[in-house]
């Protein structure tokens, strides 16, 4: 999540449930045990990146919040959003996070 602040997940989530917005709490994940060892490095980012990536993603998708976790196994994007996600918030949102993409990938990630 990128809001000009650093939270710890524990100040997110009592954020959240204290606005009651923990109903809007979504997660994109992905594993190498889902997606395999040899495609979880396409989700790297750059921590130089996050700033500026994160910042535009979120506001293409038309997220609340955002928070992006990434590990050697694992990339998670944790968010908050009102209403349902839709085909397409996901489609602005991966073709906005990783620009260099083709229409092919983003599409692999959405489905």
């Known amino acids: 999540m990128y809001d000009n602040t650093t939270r710890t997940?524990?100040?997110?989530?009592?954020?959240q449930i204290k606005n009651q917005q923990l109903k809007e709490f979504k997660t994109?994940?992905?594993?190498?045990?889902?997606?395999?060892?040899?495609?979880?490095?396409?989700?790297?980012?750059?921590?130089?990146?996050w700033k500026e990536r994160l910042s535009i993603a979120k506001q293409k998708?038309?997220?609340?919040?955002?928070?992006?976790?990434?590990?050697?196994?694992?990339s998670e994007f944790w968010?908050?959003?009102?209403g349902n996600l839709t085909e397409k918030n996901l489609c602005e949102f991966?073709?906005?996070?990783?620009?260099?993409?083709?229409?092919?990938?983003?599409?692999?990630?959405v489905d």
Not at 61 to 74: G, I, K, P, Y
Not at 79 to 82: A, G, H, K, P
Not at 100 to 109: G, I, K, L, Y
Request: charged fraction near 15%; aromatic fraction near 16%.
């Open 9 to 15: 997940l524990r100040e997110f989530c009592r954020t």
């Open 28 to 49: 994109i994940s992905f594993s190498h045990q889902t997606i395999g060892v040899d495609k979880i490095g396409v989700f790297y980012i750059a921590p130089e990146q």
């Open 61 to 74: 998708a038309q997220f609340d919040e955002l928070m992006f976790v990434s590990t050697c196994n694992r």
């Open 79 to 82: 968010l908050v959003q009102n």
């Open 94 to 109: 991966f073709s906005a996070l990783y620009p260099n993409w083709e229409t092919s990938q983003v599409q692999w990630a």
